[in-house]
T-cell receptor
Framework: EPEVTQTPSHQVTQMGQEVILRCVPI?????FYWYRQILGQKVEFLVS????????KSEIFDDQFSVERPDGSNFTLKIRSTKLEDSAMYFC??????????FGPGTRLTVT | RKEVEQDPGPFNVPEGATVAFNCTYS??????FFWYRQDCRKEPKLLMS???SGNEDGRFTAQLNRASQYISLLIRDSKLSDSATYLC?????????FGTGTSLTVIP
């Protein structure tokens, strides 16, 4: 069964450093998403991406965040200058023509 | 006002019990509705989509009431493996809004 994959599973970085979180969506899916989940809190929408551009973003997705689909398979989330409060699980999700999304296993980001 | 509201629980039920979770949403223009389950420190996994006519998948039944902006999930004959957090998810445009989740523990 096809699945969304994410790397790394855990990333530790120092405050102010840049990180890139990587995702490989399901191959025939067209819509891609990033979410974050701070420990003990709900899943929060960050950004949706379709047809090589951002289709919607939340107020969390400020100028320190960017997304890219550099090739036909990868979908990346870059955080330019990490802050302590960026520590969270980051989930990538994708969907096809249907509305149901399928999530990757997540990257746990720890900012020290 | 929160986009999606759920009773956080926890619900502790014995094996074999029937348990129901509720969810309300604020945007009347919301288009699609889902229940996901999330195990501790894992990703959300799709449990089922929710349709206006109601739908059933084995022991799970989901209902949507658009007039009341209310979604429910019924689990019959609870199993130990049903222990998880159940997330109500509502789609509006290109955004998907998650509830805080309802925690279920099924006790032997």
């Amino acid at each position: 069964e096809p699945e969304v994959t994410q790397t790394p599973s855990h990333q530790v970085t120092q405050m102010g450093q840049e990180v890139i979180l990587r995702c490989v969506p399901i191959s025939n899916h067209l819509y891609f998403y990033w979410y974050r989940q701070i420990l003990g809190q709900k899943v929060e929408f960050l950004v949706s991406f379709y047809n090589n551009e951002i289709s919607e973003k939340s107020e969390i997705f400020d100028d320190q965040f960017s997304v890219e689909r550099p090739d036909g398979s990868n979908f990346t989330l870059k955080i330019r200058s990490t802050k302590l409060e960026d520590s969270a699980m980051y989930f990538c999700a994708s969907r096809g023509q249907g509305k149901a999304q399928y999530f990757g296993p997540g990257t746990r980001l720890t900012v020290t | 006002r929160k986009e999606v509201e759920q009773d956080p629980g926890p619900f502790n039920v014995p094996e074999g019990a029937t348990v129901a979770f509720n969810c309300t949403y604020s945007n009347s223009a919301s288009q699609s509705f889902f229940w996901y389950r999330q195990d501790c420190r894992k990703e959300p996994k799709l449990l089922m989509s929710v349709y206006s006519s109601g739908n059933e998948d084995g022991r799970f039944t989901a209902q949507l009431n658009r007039a009341s902006q209310y979604i429910s999930l019924l689990i019959r004959d609870s199993k130990l493996s049903d222990s998880a957090t159940y997330l109500c998810v509502v789609n509006s445009g290109n955004q998907f809004y998650f509830g805080t989740g309802t925690s279920l523990t099924v006790i032997p």
